[in-house]
């Protein structure tokens, strides 16, 4: 079994909203603050944001335009109190 590390890792979140004014990246890892983490636009539409987080596991979602949306390119997924689903990661 290979060892556990503590070190945090950069984690790269991407989604394609080319027709979004604003995108963040939300989750347990910044307290689910909605404004902590903007995303930067790409020139092909795709949002993009790099963070270092430690091992875990940790829910997410992406506030688009003020709505929350699930990261399409991640199939995990978990319900949450508000009815709806987060996705999620493991790292470590």
């Known amino acids: 079994m ?15 909203a080319p027709e979004a004014e604003s995108v963040f990246l939300s989750g ?9 983490h903007p995303m930067k636009k790409n020139g ?9 987080i430690g091992p875990g596991t940790y829910e ?12 399409p390119n991640n199939g995990n997924y978990s319900h949450n109190n508000f009815g709806t689903q987060n996705n999620w990661i493991r790292l470590g």
């Open 44 to 52: 092909d539409g795709t949002w993009s944001k790099t963070i270092m």
């Open 60 to 71: 997410y979602k992406f506030l688009v335009d003020g709505n929350w949306e699930n990261d």
């Open 28 to 36: 347990d890892f910044n307290e689910w603050n909605g404004k902590k």
């Open 2 to 16: 290979a060892p556990i590390t503590s070190r945090r890792q950069s984690v790269k979140f991407e989604i394609k």
